[in-house]
C-alpha cells in the first residue's frame, strides 16, 4: 500500500466511523437502562432519507440535522411505548421497526426521485480548506466534515454524563436494578422512555451523518446495510463504556474502509473476512474470549413493576 | 347505551369472553396493521380497497397464483416453527437467517455434484447436508446459551451476519462451490438430481410447503404429547422450577436452539433446492427475520405457524401482483408485513399473560405445577 492509499483509508476511517460513534452514544444509554434498542438499524435509516430530503428542499443542513432528529425522537419514543410500557420483546420489536423502515424509506425514496439526479448540500468542513495541504494529517483530519468532528468530541461528553451526572447514575441504576432504583424513589419507566429516545435521536442523527457528511445521496434498498447492528457490536465489544465503544466504531470503521478497498482492489484476505470482524468480536466478547464484558444486569429483560 | 356496554360485559365474562378475546386479539392486531397500511397506500394516491382487492386477487384468484402463496411460506414455515420451539421454551432464536445460509450453502456443496443416485437419494442427502450444517453453526450460539449463559439474542443475531458473509464468500469466485464468471455472486447450478420436483406444471411449486406444514404438525404434537415437549414447555414457564423437577435445563437450552437451526437449515436447503436450484449471494435478505416474526404472530404455537406463513404468504404472494397492477411500490408489502407484527405484539402481549396468570393458571402451567409439587 502506497502513503497515499493509507492516507486516504485513515481519512475513510474517520469517514465511516463518525456516522457510528453518534449511533453509539444513544445505544449505550439505553442499554444501560436495560433495554436493547435493536430498531437504531431502521431509525438510522428514516435519519438517512429525512437528512437528505430536507437538505434537498431547503439546502441547510442544520435544519436536516434537526428534522432528523426529530423524527428519532418519534421513533424513539414508539420504541419506547412498545418495550417499556407494552413490553413486547424487545428485540423482535426492534427487527420490525428495521423491516418497516427499510420498506417505508423506499416507498418514500420512490417519490423523492428528484434527489436521485440531485446531490444534495453536505456539511461543511470545520477548517479552512488551507489546512487540508498540511502533509499527513492535513487530509485525515482536517479535510473532515464538522459532524465527523461531532462525533469524536460526544463520546467524552457522553462518558462524562454517564458516570458523573445523576441522571447517569440513575440510568445505570436502572438497568443494574429496577426493582432498587424504584425502592429509592427513582422513576424508572421514566428514565428508561429517556434513555431509548436518546438512542432513536442519536441513530437520526447517525443516519443523517451517514447521508450528508460526504456522500450527499440517498440509495433505495438499505443504504445503512446493517451499520446499525455493527453498532450494537460495538457496545458490547467496547463494554457500555462510551469511549471505549467509540475506539471500537473506529475500528470496525476502518475494517469497512478497508474491505470497500480490497472489493475493487483485491487482496489476499477475503474482504468478506473483514465484513465479518465487528460481529466476530462481538461473539468472542460475549464468550469471555477477550477481556470480561459484564452488560447491564437487566439487559434486554423488560420491566414489570408488579413482579416480586 | 345497552349497545356500548354489551361488548366489555361479554369479554368480562371469566371463560368465554377472555378465550374470545385471546383468539381475537392477534386478528384485532392483523385488522389494524392492515388498516395502517390503507392509510400509506392511501397517501401514495392508491385506492385501498381496489389495492388490497389486487392484493388478494393475486394471491387466491388462481391456482398459479395459490402456487406462489405456498412458495412464499414454504421457508417461513420452517424457520416460523423453528422459532417457534423456543418461544415455547423461553428462548429467542433469532438465528433463522444465519441457518439458512449454513443449510443453503450445506444442501448446495451436495447438490451440485453430479452424483451416480437415484434423486430421491440425491435430494435426501443435501437435505441432510443443509441441517447438519446449520446445525453445527447453530451449535455456536446453542452452547453458548446453555453452558456459559450468554444471552442467545445478541449471539445468533451476530451470528446471521457471519453466515451472510461466509456465504458471500463461498460463492465468490476462487471457491470451488462458485460458478465460473458469473456476472453476479452465485454457486453453480445444482444438478437436476438434487432438485426438488414441481408439482404443478407451469409454476414453481414445490414440496417445500408439505416438509413446511409436515413439520408444524409433527411438533405441535410432540409439544403436546411427549416429555420432550413437556420439558420444553415447563423450561418456559418457569427455569427454576424445572431445575427442582430435575429437568437437565442446560441439555434442554441446547436441543431446543439446535431445533431451530435445523428447521432453519432445512428452510435453506428447501428454497435452494425448490426454487433457486443456486446459492446468491445475499439471497435470504430477510427470510429469516420473517421467519421470528411469523413464529411471534403464532404466540409460538406449532400449528398457529402454519397460519401465520400461509398470511405472511398471501401478502408476499398477493404483494406482487398488487405492485404490478395498481403500481403501489413493492415495499409497501415489508411495511405492511412490519405494521402488523407491530400491532399484534402491542395490542397481545404483556398483559394477556398477565390477566391469565392472576385469573387462572393456564392448563399448561397447571400441568407443570402438577408434576412439580
Sequence with gaps: MSADQIISWLAATLEWGGPLILVSIGEVFAERSGVIDVGIEGIMLCGALVGVAISFLTGNVLLASIGGMFLGFVLGTAFAYLTVTRKTNQVVTGLMFNLAALGGTNLVFALLSATRSHRVTTFPDLFPASFGSIPIIGPVLFKQPVITWIALILPFIAGWVLYHTDWGLNVRAVGDNPKAAATAGLPVIKLKYQAVILSGIFAALGGVALTLGEVGYFASGGLTAGRGFIVLAAVVVGGWDPLKIALACLVFGAADAAQLRMQTGGSIIPYQFLQMLPYLLTLAALAGLVGRTRPPKTWGAPYDPADV | ?373
Excluded at chain 2, 195 to 206: C, F, R, T
Excluded at chain 2, 257 to 270: D, R, T
Excluded at chain 2, 341 to 368: H, N, T
Design chain 2, 1 to 373: 347505551m345497552m349497545k356500548t356496554k354489551k361488548h366489555p360485559e361479554f369479554f368480562a365474562l371469566p371463560g368465554l369472553g377472555q378465550l374470545a378475546l385471546s383468539g381475537a386479539r392477534p386478528l384485532i392486531g392483523i385488522f389494524l396493521g392492515l388498516l395502517a397500511g390503507a392509510g400509506l397506500i392511501e397517501l401514495s394516491g392508491v385506492n385501498p380497497l381496489a389495492a388490497y382487492a389486487a392484493m388478494l386477487n393475486g394471491a387466491i384468484g388462481s391456482p398459479l397464483a395459490i402456487s406462489n402463496v405456498l412458495v412464499s411460506a414454504s421457508p417461513l414455515l420452517l424457520t416460523g416453527v423453528g422459532v417457534a420451539i423456543g418461544i415455547k421454551a423461553g428462548l429467542w432464536n433469532i438465528g433463522a437467517e444465519g441457518y439458512m445460509y449454513m443449510g443453503a450453502l450445506g444442501a448446495g456443496a451436495v447438490g451440485i455434484v453430479p452424483l451416480p443416485l437415484p434423486p430421491i437419494v440425491h435430494i435426501i442427502l443435501a437435505l441432510l447436508a443443509g441441517a447438519v450444517v446449520a446445525g453445527l453453526w447453530g451449535l455456536v450460539p446453542a452452547y453458548l446459551r446453555a453452558f456459559k449463559g450468554v444471552n442467545e439474542v445478541v449471539t445468533t443475531i451476530m451470528m446471521n451476519y457471519v453466515a451472510q458473509y461466509f456465504t458471500s464468500w463461498m460463492v465468490h469466485e476462487p471457491q470451488p462451490m462458485a460458478e465460473p464468471g458469473a456476472f453476479f455472486p452465485m454457486s453453480r447450478k445444482l444438478v437436476s438430481s438434487a432438485q426438488l420436483p414441481i408439482l404443478m406444471p407451469g409454476s414453481s411449486l414445490h414440496p417445500g410447503f408439505i416438509i413446511g406444514i409436515a413439520a408444524c404438525i409433527l411438533f405441535y404434537l410432540a409439544i403436546r404429547f411427549t416429555p420432550f415437549g413437556f420439558r420444553t414447555r415447563m423450561l418456559g414457564a418457569n427455569p427454576e422450577a424445572s431445575r427442582y423437577a430435575g429437568v437437565n435445563v442446560k441439555r434442554q437450552i441446547l436441543f431446543v436452539l439446535l431445533i431451530g437451526a435445523l428447521m432453519g437449515g432445512v428452510a435453506g436447503a428447501v428454497e435452494v433446492m425448490g426454487l433457486k436450484l443456486r446459492v446468491y449471494q445475499d439471497f435470504v435478505s430477510g427470510a429469516g427475520f420473517e421467519g421470528v416474526a411469523v413464529a411471534l404472530l403464532a404466540a409460538g404455537n406449532p400449528l398457529g405457524v402454519i397460519a401465520s406463513a400461509l398470511f405472511f404468504g398471501v401478502l408476499k404472494a398477493g404483494g406482487a401482483a398488487m405492485s404490478v397492477s395498481t403500481g403501489v411500490g413493492g415495499p409497501m408489502t415489508i411495511v405492511i408485513e412490519a405494521l402488523c407484527v407491530i400491532f399484534v405484539i402491542a395490542v397481545g402481549y404483556g398483559e394477556r399473560k398477565r390477566l391469565e396468570r392472576a385469573d387462572k393458571p393456564e392448563k399448561e402451567d397447571e400441568e407443570v405445577i402438577q408434576h412439580v409439587g
